[in-house]
């Protein structure tokens, strides 16, 4: 296929354009024309043909389906994931979260880790991302928020929560007399995905021991863990998030102390489903009655 793609600059628009539909790898040296092949002849057979073989049980051809999120809706109506693993091209999924394991464990500093992760590139993530996200609000916060991973709008601006999404998480902090200032705020994932897609389990299991860091650096009393992803990295539970909202759960500290870890719905799902706000409200009501220490 051709585009009308005259100079540099419409080449790089062109590039951009396939990044942000989620078209982040390159399947072949050579561009493939597959609308001459629709119309073209099929080959002719020079093989008898085998009886088809059932799959294997681990046959990845095939994309999967979400795993962490079960029967709830997405937060953000990202698209498929895509069918590579999201670490750098030399190093095995496993390897890139050992990896990350290893270097997170060595940081002594929020400033260390950041670092750290700017260098990283062990998943895939941060070549197609226009910005590392690591953070806002006030590292010595008692609460820390947890979402699953930046849009487009916190791609542009490096920061968590600054969109539609990020308004509403506002909000909802204001009704119980948070702000930025007194709390924190992250994500599992600190690279956009290409397209809004899903991050993929491997590209969790890489980021996650950065986010497990960064949870024991800020040290916050209270976690919350904006919808399924986050609940399900964050506390292990396997119930979708309209089960797991409004329970806390332990949350165990490297040095072995446990703080807890309230779920909640995502403020991305409730901008499509507003009616669910009211159980959203219950949850931030517990949060609060928490921070207050009223039992
Ligand atoms: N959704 C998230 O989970 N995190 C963000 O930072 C923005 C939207």
């Keep these: 296929m051709t585009f009308p793609a005259t100079g540099q600059d419409d080449l790089i628009a062109l590039l951009d354009f396939h990044v942000e539909s989620g078209v982040d790898i390159a399947l072949d040296e050579a561009p493939h024309d597959r609308f001459s092949e629709?119309?073209?002849?099929?080959?002719?057979?020079?093989?008898?043909?085998?009886?088809?073989?059932?799959?294997?049980?681990?046959?990845?051809?095939?994309?999967?389906?979400?795993p962490l999120r079960g029967r709830e809706p997405p937060p953000e109506p990202r698209s498929a994931a895509?069918?590579?693993?999201?670490?750098?091209?030399?190093?095995?999924?496993?390897?890139?979260?050992?990896?990350?394991?290893?270097?997170?464990?060595?940081?002594?500093?929020?400033?260390?880790?950041e670092a750290l992760l700017r260098d990283f590139e062990g998943c895939g993530l941060r070549f197609t991302a226009k910005n590392l996200v690591f953070a806002d609000g006030n590292p010595q916060a008692r609460v820390m928020f947890v979402g699953e991973a930046p849009g487009a709008d916190e791609d542009r601006i490096g920061k968590p929560f600054m969109g539609r999404s990020g308004q509403l998480l506002d909000r909802m902090m204001a009704a119980i007399g948070l702000d930025r200032?007194?709390?924190?705020?992250?994500?599992?994932?600190?690279?956009?995905?290409?397209?809004?897609?899903?991050?993929?389990?491997?590209?969790?299991?890489?980021?996650?021991p950065f986010v497990e860091r960064q949870i024991a650096l800020v040290d916050p009393e209270i976690l919350v863990c904006l919808g399924a992803p986050s609940t399900q990295t964050l506390t292990g539970t396997k119930d979708g998030i309209l089960k797991a909202r409004g329970r806390f759960y332990?949350?165990?500290?490297?040095?072995?102390?446990?703080?807890?870890?309230?779920?909640?719905?995502?403020?991305?799902?409730?901008?499509?489903?507003?009616?669910?706000?009211?159980?959203?409200?219950?949850?931030?009501?517990?949060?609060?009655?928490?921070?207050?220490?009223?039992?």
């Design 181 to 208: 200032s007194s709390a924190y705020i992250a994500n599992i994932v600190p690279w956009r995905p290409p397209g809004n897609r899903n991050p993929t389990p491997q590209e969790v299991a890489i980021c996650r």
């Design 250 to 295: 332990p949350y165990r500290l490297p040095d072995g102390r446990e703080i807890r870890a309230l779920a909640t719905l995502h403020p991305a799902y409730l901008l499509r489903q507003p009616v669910q706000k009211r159980l959203a409200w219950r949850d931030f009501r517990a949060l609060k009655t928490a921070l207050d220490g009223v039992k």
């Design 82 to 113: 895509p069918r590579t693993f999201g670490g750098s091209a030399s190093a095995k999924p496993g390897e890139a979260a050992g990896d990350a394991r290893a270097k997170a464990a060595e940081t002594a500093s929020l400033d260390e880790l």
């Design 38 to 66: 629709i119309d073209a002849p099929p080959p002719a057979r020079e093989m008898p043909i085998e009886p088809r073989r059932a799959a294997p049980a681990d046959d990845r051809s095939e994309p999967r389906r979400e």
